[in-house]
């Protein structure tokens, strides 16, 4: 409960959408026991060699948007290459094994020499199978990442091998991941990382906060949702262009969510330059996401004015209106 507007919201924020300090801590320390261990996979002389200063945290909880539950931590589990050489197709990329010499040329597809992506993934899930602590954790493979979940923990791991490719004309290097069918593709995780510090730094460091904020708003079913990445795209792009971004998250939302609305409609470019358009989402989806946004813009406006005139019950009402009933109440 809250007698102020500046009250609700912080109370919000810390009780109801930041990660609580020690879940996090709690988890980076899993995390850094589950690399130590995978690092020794090596060790049987037949899986894949590991590269550990390829090894890269990403995602919402590596960039420090993730909001509560603490419920996916994503990490990138780099591998040496040790001569292979990749070819971009058309519609795929593979990784070829420089020989009989390399580990990875057991993890070729049947009849080639390409190195096929599901059954480096296979190698993973086999392997954690072996660990003593995750005896009883589930251990699933999909088309580009194993999961691990653990029995002990609130939160599962999405284990993703990677390569490094070496320096293109331009000078620029790229992770090679599992594309789903047994290749590779292109992604940078440095680029997001980069880009989200970039940003909040610019914005004395409150750019965070209202990117979590917002992603708590999207989650509630008033709309349909668009996918974490795509919505951090763009309240970055927004903030991109500015250097004053508010420590009070409340003055920020009208404007933003303004920009939410607007810029939904159209193609949003992928920050990292390698995948295009990132916004997949149908027609329908797009204009009702942009229509919630432009609803709640104006709830937000209704808000600020009943707290300029001191009618603070009538301001957290409305600020419930827009974030739930999980919002503080007044009082």
Same mark, same amino acid.
């Given at each position: 409960m809250a007698t102020t507007v500046i009250a609700a919201f912080n109370e919000f924020m810390k009780d109801t959408v930041n990660l609580r300090k020690a879940d996090t801590d709690d988890a980076r320390a899993s995390r850094d026991w589950l690399i130590g261990?995978?690092?020794?996979?090596?060790?049987?002389?037949?899986?894949?060699?590991?590269?550990?200063?390829?090894?890269?945290?990403?995602?919402?909880?590596?960039?420090?948007? =993730?909001?509560?539950?603490?419920?996916?931590?994503?990490?990138?589990?780099?591998?040496?290459? %040790?001569?292979?050489? *990749?070819?971009?197709?058309?519609?795929?990329?593979?990784?070829?094994?420089?020989?009989?010499? !390399?580990?990875?040329?057991?993890?070729?597809?049947?009849?080639?020499?390409?190195?096929c992506s599901v059954r480096i993934l296979n190698a993973f899930k086999n392997r954690l199978q072996d660990i003593a602590q995750y005896a009883q954790a589930d251990i699933r493979r999909n088309q580009e990442a194993v999961t691990l979940k653990l029995v002990s923990k609130d939160w599962n791991f999405d284990i993703v091998p990677c390569f490094i490719t070496s320096e293109d004309a331009f000078g620029r290097t790229y992770y090679l991941i599992p594309d789903g069918n047994g290749h590779w593709k292109f992604t940078d995780p440095r680029k997001d990382r980069d880009r989200v510090t970039t940003v909040n730094v610019q914005n004395d460091g409150n750019v965070l906060n209202v990117i979590r904020a917002v992603k708590y708003w999207q989650r509630r079913p008033t709309m349909p949702s668009m996918s974490s990445y795509l919505l951090e795209t763009l309240i970055l792009d927004y903030y991109a262009g500015r250097t004053s971004c508010s420590s009070f998250v409340d003055m920020e939302l009208e404007a933003l969510f303004r920009h939410l609305g607007q810029s939904v409609r159209y193609s949003v470019n992928d920050p =990292?330059?390698? %995948?295009?358009?990132?916004? !997949?989402?149908?027609?329908?989806?797009?204009?009702?996401? !942009?229509?919630?946004? *432009?609803?709640?813009? %104006? =709830?937000?406006?209704?808000?600020?004015?009943?707290?300029?005139?001191?009618?603070?019950? =009538?301001?957290?009402?409305?600020?419930?209106?827009?974030?739930?009933?999980?919002?503080?109440? *007044?009082?």
């Open positions: 261990k995978m690092n020794d996979f090596e060790n049987d002389e037949v899986f894949p060699v590991s590269y550990p200063g390829l090894h890269i945290a990403f995602g919402s909880f590596a960039r420090r948007t =993730k909001i509560r539950p603490l419920d996916d931590i994503d990490l990138m589990f780099g591998l040496t290459g %040790q001569g292979a050489t *990749y070819t971009i197709l058309s519609d795929r990329i593979t990784v070829t094994s420089s020989g009989e010499g !390399s580990r990875l040329h057991r993890y070729r597809h049947p009849g080639a020499d390409t190195v =990292k330059g390698i %995948q295009g358009d990132i916004n !997949s989402l149908s027609a329908e989806a797009r204009k009702a996401i !942009s229509d919630r946004c *432009y609803l709640d813009e %104006q =709830k937000v406006s209704e808000a600020r004015r009943f707290e300029n005139n001191k009618e603070y019950e =009538k301001s957290i009402n409305k600020w419930r209106d827009v974030f739930g009933p999980f919002f503080p109440v *007044y009082g």
